[in-house]
């Protein structure tokens, strides 16, 4: 039973650093593509951008 709460916070861990990883990594792929001038809307919008990293990172971190 204590292996098994273990686990569970290790995989809350993970899960959490995905997001801030994922936020992070895409807050600046934001930034950086429109101060570039590419025309994503997708990519170059920081808020956007931060949200749809976020998501992907959870889903990389929680498909472990």
Same mark, same amino acid.
């Given at each position: 039973?204590?292996?098994?709460?273990?686990?569970? =916070? =290790?995989?809350?861990?993970?899960?959490? #650093?995905?997001?801030? *990883?994922?936020?992070?990594?895409?807050? =600046? *792929?934001?930034?950086?593509?429109? #101060?570039?001038?590419?025309?994503?809307? #997708? =990519?170059?919008?920081?808020?956007?951008?931060? *949200?749809?990293?976020? *998501?992907?990172?959870? #889903?990389?971190?929680?498909?472990?």
């Amino acid at each position: 039973k204590k292996k098994k709460k273990k686990m569970e =916070l =290790l995989n809350m861990i993970q899960a959490v #650093l995905g997001i801030v *990883i994922g936020a992070g990594v895409g807050f =600046l *792929i934001g930034k950086y593509m429109s #101060l570039l001038g590419f025309g994503c809307p #997708l =990519l170059c919008d920081p808020r956007v951008s931060t *949200i749809y990293f976020a *998501i992907m990172g959870f #889903l990389f971190a929680a498909g472990n």
